[in-house]
Nanobody
């Protein structure tokens, strides 16, 4: 079973930066496309970015293009999200999950969401 641990969140001022990490275990990491998702209270979890299993293909939500960079290190079973020029609208709990590649959704057979990591951006 896939297990995920997100880390790296925190409180920053608008314009600041954070780097999130996602540690993957339980299955061969290099076989999975992966994604970052975020959630704020009373709203559905929303897509942020996705990266292919090899790391050669990437796509982003329009709201984060040019500010966020997704990457992965398959040798370390870890995915990253570099977030720059953070804005208050980026506030939320950030989760990683196997991606349903080409969509804005996690794989439909994935149910083991981690606890996420809180990102809070003050204005």
């Amino acid at each position: 079973q896939v297990q995920l641990v997100e880390s790296g969140g925190g409180l920053v001022q608008a314009g600041g930066s954070l780097r999130l990490s996602c540690l993957f275990s339980g299955r061969p990491f290099s076989e999975y496309a992966m994604g970052w998702y975020r959630q704020v209270p009373a709203r559905e979890r929303e897509f942020v970015a996705a990266i292919s299993a090899s790391g050669r293909r990437i796509y982003y939500a329009d709201s984060v293009k040019g500010r966020f960079t997704i990457s992965r290190d398959n040798a370390k079973n870890t995915m990253f999200l570099e977030m720059n020029n953070l804005q208050p609208d980026d506030t939320g709990v950030y989760y990683c999950a196997p991606s349903s590649w080409g969509s804005a959704h996690a794989r439909s057979d994935f149910h083991s969401w981690g606890q996420g990591t809180q990102v809070t951006v003050s204005s």
